[in-house]
């Protein structure tokens, strides 16, 4: 090969490296999944839970929380548990920031923070509740069938912050 052929190659070889690689439909569900959790809009999250679908948190610490976290079997009792979440705590947002996201076989695993914000008594600051999480989710047939989230609740950071 001459060296106009040689560079050509490359070119060609370093442009198919530059574009963004086309994300899958598991991906693309998971994503807006995961946008609607990020902003708390449950009604959203419900639209891709399978019937069957199942949320873990195996890291989750708390009251009345066991040795293996929390589970939840079906779509409706999911719905329940995060139903309740909201009507306890009234988070303004949960602030998912993810550094990594990929797809392996149906399965898209994202790795970064929940920023989580919470309304106080003083309406001028939010309380701020950050920890490491990685979250996996499982998609077939075009619906979540299996939600997984791991957090580092036993270190996370804690402040207050100004409410905007």
């Not at 839970?49 to 195996?58: C, G, I, T």
Request: charged share 25%; proline share 4%.
């Amino acid at each position: 090969m001459d060296l106009i052929t040689i560079a050509s190659l490359s070119a060609v070889i370093i442009a198919q490296d530059a574009q963004p690689a086309k994300r899958s439909e598991a991906e693309r569900i998971a994503r807006d999944y995961m946008a609607a959790y990020s902003q708390v809009d449950l009604e959203r999250m419900q639209s891709f839970l399978a019937d069957d679908a199942v949320f873990e948190d195996r890291t989750a610490l708390g009251e009345g929380v066991g040795p293996d976290g929390l589970s939840y079997d079906n779509s409706a009792s999911v719905m329940e548990m995060l139903n309740q979440f909201r009507a306890t705590y009234n988070p303004i947002e949960l602030g998912f920031a993810w550094d990594t996201v990929f797809e392996s076989n149906g399965r898209v695993i994202f790795s970064g923070h929940v920023n989580a914000l919470y309304p106080t008594q003083d309406v001028t600051q939010n309380f701020r509740w950050r920890a490491e999480q990685v979250t996996v989710i499982t998609v077939r047939d075009g619906h979540v069938v299996r939600h997984q989230d791991f957090a580092n609740y036993a270190n996370p950071q804690r402040e207050m912050v100004p409410a905007d």
